[in-house]
C-alpha cells in the first residue's frame, strides 16, 4: 500500500466519528419528535374521548399538563434508548462497557448517585429554606398517583436516556475523535442546546448552571470509570427538584410551592437558575472531582481487602 493510499485512510478514519455523530444527532432529533407526536397524538385522542368531542390542543387546561408530557417523554425517551444501543451495538470492536455501561459495581454506583443527587438538592434548598431565601409551603391536594409516576417511572427514565446519549454515545464517540477536554465540552454544548425553552436556559446564568450540570455528570462519568454514577446523580436530582422545587411548566406534580423572597437573579424561581443556584452546581462540581476519588479509592481498596 502506498503513502498516499495509506494517507486517505486515516484522513477518512480521522472523520469517521464525525459522521457517526452526526448522523446520530439527526436519527435522534427525527426519533425524538416522532415519539413526541405519538405521546400527543395518544393524550389528544385521550381527551377527546372523555369530552365527547376533538379537543383543540391549544387549549388544553392546565391539569391536563402532567399527562401530555408525560406521553411525551414515555413515547420518546424509550426510543431514543433503543437508537442509542443500537449505534453502540454498531461500533465496530467496542463493548458497551467501552460506552461506560460497567457491570462491576453497578448497582453501587448507580445507589450512590441517587444518594448523592438527592442529598445534593436537599441541602440547597434546606440552607434556602433556613436563610429565608425561599419559603416552601405544601399543596394542599398532592396529586399521589401523579407524583408516583415521575417518581418510578419519568425521573429513572430521564436520567437514564439523557446519561446514555450524551455521557454514553457522543462523549465516548467524541473523544475518541478530538479527545476527552474536546468531549466533555462538546456534549455539554449539546447537551445545554437540548434543554433550551426550559427555565432561563436561554440566558447567561441559566446557560451557564446546565453546562456547570453537563460538565458535573461527564466527571462523574470519567472519575467513576462508568455511567451508572451519572444516571443515578441525573435522576436523584431530577426526582428531589421536581418533588420540592415547584412546578417548571410542564405539569409535574411538586409536593411544595417554591417561592423566593429575593430577587430571581439571586434565587432563581422554579425551573430557573440564578446566582446562588450556580454557586451551588459549582461545589457540587468540586465536590465530585476532589471527593469523589478518594471515596472511590477506599472502596475499591476495601472490595479487593475483602476478595483476598
Given at each position: 500500500m502506498g503513502a498516499n493510499e495509506m494517507g486517505e485512510q486515516r484522513q477518512v478514519s480521522n472523520w469517521l466519528p464525525l459522521a457517526k455523530i452526526v448522523l446520530f444527532l439527526v436519527l435522534a432529533v427525527l426519533t425524538g419528535l416522532f415519539g413526541a407526536l405519538m405521546g400527543v397524538a395518544i393524550v389528544w385522542a385521550w381527551?377527546?374521548?372523555?369530552?365527547?368531542?376533538?379537543?383543540?390542543?391549544?387549549?388544553?387546561?392546565?391539569?391536563?399538563?402532567?399527562?401530555?408530557?408525560?406521553?411525551?417523554?414515555?413515547?420518546?425517551?424509550p426510543l431514543l434508548v433503543l437508537l442509542t444501543f443500537a449505534f453502540m451495538r454498531r461500533t465496530r470492536e467496542?463493548?458497551?462497557?467501552?460506552?461506560?455501561?460497567?457491570?462491576?459495581?453497578?448497582?453501587?454506583?448507580?445507589?450512590?448517585?441517587?444518594?448523592?443527587?438527592?442529598?445534593?438538592?436537599?441541602?440547597?434548598?434546606?440552607?434556602?429554606?433556613?436563610?429565608?431565601?425561599?419559603?416552601?409551603?405544601?399543596?394542599?391536594?398532592?396529586?399521589?398517583?401523579?407524583?408516583?409516576?415521575?417518581?418510578?417511572w419519568l425521573c429513572p427514565l430521564i436520567g437514564l436516556t439523557e446519561e446514555l446519549i450524551f455521557r454514553g454515545y457522543l462523549m465516548s464517540v467524541a473523544e475518541e475523535w478530538k479527545g476527552r477536554k474536546f468531549a466533555i465540552a462538546f456534549t455539554s454544548?449539546?447537551?445545554?442546546?437540548?434543554?433550551?425553552?426550559?427555565?432561563?436556559?436561554?440566558?447567561?446564568?441559566?446557560?451557564?448552571?446546565?453546562?456547570?450540570?453537563?460538565?458535573?455528570?461527564?466527571?462523574?462519568?470519567?472519575?467513576?470509570?462508568?455511567?451508572?454514577?451519572?444516571?443515578?446523580?441525573?435522576?436523584?436530582?431530577?426526582?428531589?427538584?421536581?418533588?420540592?422545587?415547584?412546578?417548571?411548566?410542564?405539569?409535574?406534580?411538586?409536593?411544595?410551592?417554591?417561592?423566593?423572597?429575593?430577587?430571581?437573579?439571586?434565587?432563581g424561581p422554579s425551573g430557573h437558575v440564578g446566582v446562588l443556584d450556580l454557586a451551588f452546581y459549582l461545589a457540587l462540581l468540586f465536590a465530585i472531582v476532589f471527593l469523589l476519588p478518594r471515596y472511590w479509592a477506599r472502596g475499591n481498596a476495601h472490595l479487593e481487602t475483602t476478595r483476598n
Open positions: 381527551l377527546s374521548l372523555e369530552h365527547g368531542t376533538p379537543v383543540e390542543l391549544s387549549r388544553i387546561p392546565p391539569e391536563s399538563r402532567f399527562p401530555v408530557s408525560a406521553a411525551v417523554i414515555s413515547a420518546s425517551y467496542r463493548s458497551l462497557e467501552w460506552f461506560g455501561l460497567v457491570r462491576e459495581g453497578w448497582l453501587k454506583d448507580l445507589v450512590g448517585g441517587l444518594l448523592i443527587g438527592a442529598v445534593f438538592v436537599t441541602i440547597m434548598f434546606g440552607f434556602y429554606a433556613l436563610t429565608g431565601l425561599v419559603k416552601f409551603e405544601l399543596v394542599e391536594e398532592i396529586p399521589l398517583k401523579q407524583w408516583l409516576v415521575m417518581s418510578l454544548i449539546l447537551f445545554w442546546l437540548a434543554h433550551l425553552g426550559q427555565g432561563n436556559t436561554h440566558e447567561a446564568l441559566g446557560m451557564a448552571g446546565t453546562l456547570t450540570i453537563s460538565v458535573t455528570f461527564a466527571l462523574a462519568r470519567y472519575l467513576s470509570g462508568g455511567l451508572w454514577l451519572p444516571i443515578g446523580l441525573h435522576a436523584g436530582y431530577d426526582w428531589m427538584a421536581l418533588s420540592f422545587g415547584g412546578d417548571i411548566g410542564l405539569g409535574f406534580p411538586a409536593l411544595t410551592r417554591f417561592q423566593p423572597n429575593v430577587p430571581s437573579w439571586l434565587v
